[in-house]
């Protein structure tokens, strides 16, 4: 299984950016990865992934202020994140997957997560 470390979180003023990364324990290239979010309170949001082909998605709640890339020689995935809101403060964790179609063999395995906190 493959372990999955996040960095670059922190306490960041509205409008201003900041870049997660994703650092993976083994080979990422067959695999989908993704960020996810968790605010207090609230349920698990589905931010951005990207598929091994390279092909994103994003939540519309993002959509033209995050970038999400890969660099499976490096083992790494990171999320650009610019024009952040206070709404965006939450715990966002880095995961990954199989790209199978039935869920129970996806094989998700996930990272412990890093807070990103965005300040009025």
């Known amino acids: 299984q493959v372990r999955l470390v996040e960095s670059g979180g922190g306490l960041v003023q509205a409008g201003e950016s900041l870049r997660l990364s994703c650092a993976a324990s083994g080979s990422i290239n067959s695999h989908s990865m993704g960020w996810y979010r968790q605010g207090l309170g609230k349920g698990v949001e589905r931010v951005a992934d990207?598929?091994?082909?390279?092909?994103?998605y994003y939540a519309r709640s993002v959509e033209g202020r995050f970038t999400i890339s890969r660099d499976n020689a490096a083992r790494m995935v990171y999320l650009q994140m610019n024009s952040l809101k206070p709404e965006d403060t939450a715990m966002y964790y880095c995961?990954?997957?199989?790209?199978?179609?039935?869920?129970?063999?996806?094989?998700?395995?996930w990272g412990l997560g890093i807070q990103v906190t965005v300040s009025p």
């Open positions: 990207i598929t091994a082909g390279g092909s994103p």
């Open positions: 995961s990954g997957w199989r790209e199978e179609n039935n869920p129970i063999d996806r094989d998700q395995y």
